[in-house]
């Protein structure tokens, strides 16, 4: 059983830094897509981005939304399992709860972005909270 374990919400004033942590733990598949989701207060979950990892555990292929492009970075630390979201110069509109994602065997694909569906695994989500 996959589980995801996010942390590092918090609630910061505009134009700070928030790292997000996810803790992998499980089997997911040989090779797997990961990604950050986001829900904003009254709005579905938006894919924030999302990133491959192959069998050899190495990252590649990140992509992002473009309302976060050029301030988050997503990475995967293969040694401790451990997907990462660093947020820098945060907005208020980037105010939401952020879950972490993955679905086995395959790479990340564009619509991976956009379809939540497309996911079997969730973490349970940590909030971010940012003021202007």
């Known amino acids: 059983q996959v589980h995801l374990v996010e942390s590092g919400g918090g609630s910061v004033e505009a134009g700070m830094s928030l790292r997000l942590s996810c803790s992998v733990s499980g089997y997911i598949g040989p090779y797997y897509c990961m990604a950050w989701f986001r829900q904003r207060p009254g709005a579905g979950r938006e894919g924030v981005a999302s990133i491959d990892v192959d069998s050899d555990g190495r990252d590649s292929s990140e992509k992002y939304d473009r309302s976060v492009d050029g301030r988050f970075t997503i990475d995967f630390d293969n040694d401790h399992n451990v997907l990462y979201l660093q947020m820098n110069k945060l907005k208020p509109e980037d105010t939401a709860i952020y879950y972490c994602?993955?679905?086995?065997?395959?790479?990340?694909?564009?619509?991976?972005?956009?379809?939540?569906?497309?996911?079997?695994?969730w973490g349970q989500g940590t909030q971010v909270t940012v003021s202007s």
């Open positions: 994602a993955t679905v086995g065997e395959t790479f990340c694909w564009p619509y991976h972005m956009t379809r939540a569906s497309a996911y079997t695994y």
